[in-house]
């Protein structure tokens, strides 16, 4: 409905301004009269009839070419009936929209986030770890940029997509991580920004489903929001995928990943998405940690380091490359990242720590451990880590 609206005014807050007053009617009148037969119907053409008593206003008081011409739209589509497949394109219409690469990277994820999945300002802002102000005055910049930089509602053409998609995924993909890895913010705001990524990722695999690596994001966020239950402990401390319970594992969203990983290789457009999926799915169809594919793994890693040669890629690579041919080569990985690029990074320290300390080189392991506990933003993390540097150090228990 809102997306519908938002092709139709052209304004995201005029739309949703129509949709509250909408919700707020039928709030009034259905306990009063029934519920209408078609409640999704309903709604719709209230919130319309609203857009179009504001835009009247407005016609009004100004004589704007564009108001008069929005004005003739809208009334036109009063009457319109919306069929399923008008709103799946007014859905992907929003979608590129809100992720236009005009808008900054912040900016592309609040408002689809709030426009799409209807979480409200303050979920936004809960989740993401800043006041509900600054969130509210981020999303509202990005509306105004829409206007102001004459941002078109349009999905893009074909030979635009290469270009456009890429932002759109990125997206998507940033709110599902988020929720898994958010530096802080309770399990329930964590938990439900995952779920709406993935709801968003599900949506743009309805609405391209011949987009390989639409599907390859979503296979990818299914696999690895699957482990969720097993992640941290009773206590909320992180747990290694060495050491989690398996049986807490969704291995029916695991199976689905795997189902859609192979529709999307079937399309024989390869991309770092699916090669991501690939991993995460080896992960979780492996009976046991012993039983991992590793060699598998690390290949696929060395692939998608050719998509996107990151550190975060090298140093899950190096992981993997540790189990199946050791921590020296690993470590030969790691060494070959540019300083700069990881010396603030938590989970690179963390790394070079444990295969240091595989190497016999306790001292140096120990050193590791302090640089990722200085630059750790999480704090069952910090807890982890802690505990992890007194074992090496000879000074406590084994993590749990």
């Known amino acids: ?31 009063r009269d029934g519920t209408p037969h078609n409640p999704a119907a ?34 036109l589509a009063v009457g319109e ?24 990277f912040e900016a592309r994820t609040a408002l689809a986030l709030r426009t ?40 893009p053409a074909d030979h635009e997509l290469p270009d456009r998609l890429p932002a ?43 987009e390989p690596e639409c599907t390859g994001l979503l296979a990818l966020s299914l696999a690895a929001h699957a482990r969720r239950d097993a992640r941290l402990d009773d206590a909320g401390e992180v747990v290694l995928m060495a050491d989690q319970d398996r049986s807490r594992w969704r291995h029916e969203e695991i199976a689905e990943a795997a189902a859609l990983l192979d529709h999307a290789v079937h399309l024989h457009r390869p991309g770092q998405y699916q090669v991501q999926a690939a991993i995460a799915c080896l992960h979780g169809l492996a009976p046991t940690f012993a039983d991992t594919e590793w060699s598998q793994i ?12 990151t550190p975060v890629v090298r140093v899950n690579r190096a992981v993997a490359v540790a189990q199946e041919q050791g921590a020296e080569q690993a470590l030969r990985l790691l060494d070959q990242l540019v300083p700069a690029t990881v010396d603030r990074w938590h989970l690179y320290w963390s790394t070079r720590g444990e295969l240091l300390e595989r190497l016999g080189r306790k001292d140096d392991a120990v050193h590791a451990f302090d640089q990722a506990l200085g630059c750790s933003p999480n704090e069952s993390d910090r807890r982890f880590l802690l505990r992890r540097r007194r074992l090496i150090a000879g000074e406590g228990e084994h993590p749990t």
Not at 83 to 88: F, I, K, L, N, Y
Not at 93 to 102: E, Q, W
Not at 298 to 309: N, Q, V
Request: some cysteine; proline content about 4%.
């Open 42 to 75: 309903w709604l719709t053409t209230v919130a319309r009839n609203r857009a179009l008593d504001v835009l009247r206003r407005e016609a009004r008081r100004t004589t704007k070419e564009t108001d008069a011409r929005l004005l003739d739209q809208v009334v």
């Open 116 to 155: 799409l999945c209807g979480m409200t300002t303050g979920e936004i802002a809960a989740a993401y770890l800043v006041p509900e102000a600054t969130m509210g005055q981020r999303i509202s910049r990005a509306k105004k940029k829409i206007v102001t930089a004459r941002i078109p509602y349009r999905v």
């Open 298 to 309: 690390a290949s696929l890693y060395a692939t998608l380091e050719r998509f996107t040669p």
């Open 1 to 31: 409905m809102l997306a519908t609206l938002v092709r139709l005014t052209g304004d995201i807050t005029l739309a949703e301004d129509a949709v509250q007053d909408a919700v707020v009617e039928a709030l009034k009148r259905w306990p």
């Open 168 to 210: 759109v995924l990125a997206v998507v993909h940033a709110v599902v991580t988020t929720g898994h890895h958010s530096p802080a913010g309770s399990l329930d705001a964590r938990h439900d920004l995952a779920v709406e990524g993935i709801r968003l990722a599900r949506l743009l695999h309805m609405l391209m489903p011949d």
């Open 81 to 104: 009936h919306t069929t399923d497949s008008m709103v799946r394109d007014d859905q992907l219409r929003l979608l590129f929209t809100c992720c236009h690469p005009a808008l900054s």
